[in-house]
């Protein structure tokens, strides 16, 4: 018996088959590639949001603090007009009269934080940490660095500097990634000239 076929076709063949899951493979391919690289960037957008925050809780903590100022003293290191210092001490008058001495110091140890002292008097003050390492997954494990640095950007009629005016600007950097923050502060407590 001699079987004969229709024009019509109920099934695929193989090349019709191999022809779709290749297709289907580079689409998946490109969607997976696609979304891991979305996972990456979102970890690294991510990471640098807490970057940003812990660099503006030290700016914003900075400017608070040094408002009130009538000195600024023990800057470690000095190249042109910008003052880079792992450490910084002001002079300031608090609410009762008296004469007190605030402190923020970078640590470059393991913890790479940035300490406040209200009231420094030695390495033994009590202090609060306002920034600390950011850590988490997909981070690295390399310490992040903070450093810190005074700028006098404005001058009188007479070219000085005007003592009362810094900006302040903190450089986080973390493997390859460096971030630089800065605000302006009048310090209300100090002589302009």
Known sequence: MKKTFSGNKHGMTLVEIITATVALTIVLLAAGTVYISAIREFKRISYEARVQAEAYRVLDHIYLHLMGANAIQSLSSSTGSTTV????????????????????????????????????????????????????PGIGSD???????????????????INNYVVVTVKAVKGNM????????????????
Do not use: H, W
């Open 85 to 136: 210092f792992d450490s910084i001490e002001a002079n300031y008058t608090d609410d009762s009269n008296n004469a007190k001495v605030l402190k923020y110091i970078v640590d470059t140890d393991n913890t790479a934080q940035v300490r406040y002292y209200p009231d420094y008097k030695d390495s033994s003050s009590s202090y609060e940490i306002i920034a600390s390492n950011v850590t988490g």
């Open 178 to 193: 460096t971030r630089t923050y800065a605000t302006g502060v009048v310090l209300r407590g100090m002589n302009p000239s």
């Open 143 to 161: 310490i992040m660095k903070f450093t810190l640095s005074f700028t006098r950007p404005l001058n009188d009629a007479n070219n000085n500097p």
